[in-house]
Protein backbone atom coordinates (compact mmCIF):
# COMPACT_ATOMS: atom_id res chain seq x y z
CA UNK A 1 0.00 0.00 0.00
CA UNK A 2 1.09 3.74 -0.38
CA UNK A 3 0.76 6.52 2.21
CA UNK A 4 1.15 10.31 1.54
CA UNK A 5 1.92 12.77 3.98
CA UNK A 6 1.03 16.67 2.75
CA UNK A 7 1.96 19.49 4.77
CA UNK A 8 1.98 23.17 4.33
CA UNK A 9 -1.15 24.47 3.86
CA UNK A 10 -2.09 27.37 6.62
CA UNK A 11 -3.88 30.92 6.95
CA UNK A 12 -2.56 33.23 4.34
CA UNK A 13 -3.60 36.82 3.01
CA UNK A 14 -4.78 37.68 -0.51
CA UNK A 15 -1.77 38.15 -2.90
CA UNK A 16 0.19 35.83 -0.44
CA UNK A 17 2.02 32.43 -1.76
CA UNK A 18 2.07 28.98 -0.05
CA UNK A 19 3.82 25.64 -1.13
CA UNK A 20 2.29 22.52 -0.68
CA UNK A 21 4.51 19.26 -0.25
CA UNK A 22 3.22 15.50 -0.27
CA UNK A 23 5.74 12.60 0.08
CA UNK A 24 4.83 9.12 -0.67
CA UNK A 25 5.77 6.14 1.11
CA UNK A 26 5.20 2.34 0.99
CA UNK A 27 4.91 0.05 -1.82
CA UNK A 28 5.03 2.69 -4.82
CA UNK A 29 5.93 0.94 -7.78
CA UNK A 30 5.70 3.24 -10.43
CA UNK A 31 3.97 5.97 -10.30
CA UNK A 32 1.91 7.46 -13.34
CA UNK A 33 0.47 10.47 -11.96
CA UNK A 34 0.82 12.82 -9.19
CA UNK A 35 -1.72 15.35 -8.64
CA UNK A 36 -3.51 17.94 -5.98
CA UNK A 37 -7.31 17.90 -5.82
CA UNK A 38 -9.41 20.76 -3.82
CA UNK A 39 -12.45 20.98 -2.24
CA UNK A 40 -14.27 23.36 -0.59
CA UNK A 41 -17.24 23.19 1.64
CA UNK A 42 -20.49 22.28 -0.37
CA UNK A 43 -18.67 21.67 -3.21
CA UNK A 44 -17.55 18.81 -5.01
CA UNK A 45 -13.50 18.39 -5.20
CA UNK A 46 -11.83 19.28 -8.30
CA UNK A 47 -8.83 19.00 -10.28
CA UNK A 48 -6.10 21.69 -9.41
CA UNK A 49 -3.02 20.19 -11.13
CA UNK A 50 -1.16 16.96 -12.57
CA UNK A 51 1.61 15.96 -13.87
CA UNK A 52 2.48 12.81 -15.31
CA UNK A 53 4.91 10.08 -16.12
CA UNK A 54 6.31 11.97 -18.81
CA UNK A 55 6.55 15.28 -17.36
CA UNK A 56 3.50 16.58 -18.55
CA UNK A 57 1.13 19.10 -16.58
CA UNK A 58 -2.33 19.79 -16.35
CA UNK A 59 -4.16 22.83 -14.58
CA UNK A 60 -6.82 24.23 -13.79
CA UNK A 61 -7.97 27.35 -15.89
CA UNK A 62 -8.53 29.03 -12.74
CA UNK A 63 -4.56 28.82 -11.41
CA UNK A 64 -3.18 28.91 -14.58
CA UNK A 65 0.15 31.09 -13.94
CA UNK A 66 -0.30 31.14 -10.89
CA UNK A 67 0.30 27.44 -9.39
CA UNK A 68 3.23 25.44 -10.57
CA UNK A 69 3.20 21.86 -10.21
CA UNK A 70 6.70 20.08 -9.56
CA UNK A 71 7.67 16.61 -8.32
CA UNK A 72 11.01 14.90 -7.45
CA UNK A 73 11.15 11.54 -8.31
CA UNK A 74 13.67 10.07 -6.11
CA UNK A 75 11.94 11.18 -2.91
CA UNK A 76 8.51 10.59 -4.10
CA UNK A 77 7.35 14.10 -3.73
CA UNK A 78 4.77 16.30 -5.34
CA UNK A 79 4.91 19.81 -5.20
CA UNK A 80 1.97 22.67 -5.69
CA UNK A 81 3.49 25.84 -5.42
CA UNK A 82 0.62 28.79 -4.95
CA UNK A 83 1.24 32.14 -5.80
CA UNK A 84 -0.87 35.11 -6.16
CA UNK A 85 -3.62 33.06 -3.77
CA UNK A 86 -7.23 34.46 -3.67
CA UNK A 87 -10.19 34.02 -1.58
CA UNK A 88 -11.72 31.47 -4.00
CA UNK A 89 -8.64 29.24 -3.28
CA UNK A 90 -9.90 28.32 -0.08
CA UNK A 91 -10.46 24.40 0.24
CA UNK A 92 -8.71 21.63 1.75
CA UNK A 93 -6.37 20.64 -0.76
CA UNK A 94 -5.74 16.80 -1.45
CA UNK A 95 -2.94 15.08 -2.56
CA UNK A 96 -3.23 12.17 -5.06
CA UNK A 97 -1.05 9.68 -6.62
CA UNK A 98 -2.42 7.23 -9.50
CA UNK A 99 -0.36 3.79 -9.32
CA UNK A 100 -0.44 0.49 -11.83
CA UNK A 101 -2.99 -1.04 -8.96
CA UNK A 102 -4.77 2.21 -7.64
CA UNK A 103 -5.36 5.11 -6.59
CA UNK A 104 -4.26 7.09 -2.96
CA UNK A 105 -5.69 10.21 -1.41
CA UNK A 106 -3.74 11.95 1.22
CA UNK A 107 -5.31 13.37 4.51
CA UNK A 108 -5.89 16.78 3.33
CA UNK A 109 -4.65 20.28 4.25
CA UNK A 110 -6.31 23.52 4.64
CA UNK A 111 -5.82 26.47 2.69
CA UNK A 112 -6.97 29.37 3.81
CA UNK A 113 -7.32 32.88 1.53
CA UNK A 114 -8.50 35.95 4.14
CA UNK A 115 -7.42 39.23 5.23
Do not use: H
Not at 6 to 35: D, F, K, Y
Not at 59 to 83: C, E, P
Request: proline share 3%.
Amino acid sequence: QVQLVESGGGLVQPGGSLRLSCAASGTIGIINSMGWYRQAPGKQRELVAVIIRGGSTNYADSVKGRFTISRDNAKNTVILQMNSLKPEDTAAYYCNVLVRLGTYWGQGTQVTVSS
